[in-house]
């Protein structure tokens, strides 16, 4: 039911196998991870906050919450 946000760096790089375990057992919880790069974020903050608000209104109709 609830939404993880998580922004990465490049200590992400290395961490590939960790991060998908993280999020396969945060998924298991009904906990969906939605991951931007640390560049998304901070090149382009308004796009990275209208594709999360897009994101979390999919989650709302997925989960039939008004």
């Known amino acids: 039911m ?3 946000v998580e922004i990465d760096g490049g200590s992400h790089r290395n961490k590939q196998n960790y991060d998908h375990a993280r ?3 945060l998924e ?3 906990i969906t991870t ?3 790069s640390n560049d998304m974020v901070n090149n382009n903050i308004s796009k990275t906050i209208e594709d999360l608000k ?5 989650r709302k ?3 039939n919450i008004k």
Do not use: C, H
């Open 2 to 4: 609830a939404l993880a």
């Open 34 to 36: 939605i991951r931007y």
């Open 28 to 30: 298991f919880r009904g």
């Open 61 to 63: 109709i997925e989960l």
């Open 23 to 25: 999020d396969k057992y």
């Open 54 to 58: 897009q994101k979390i209104n999919n």
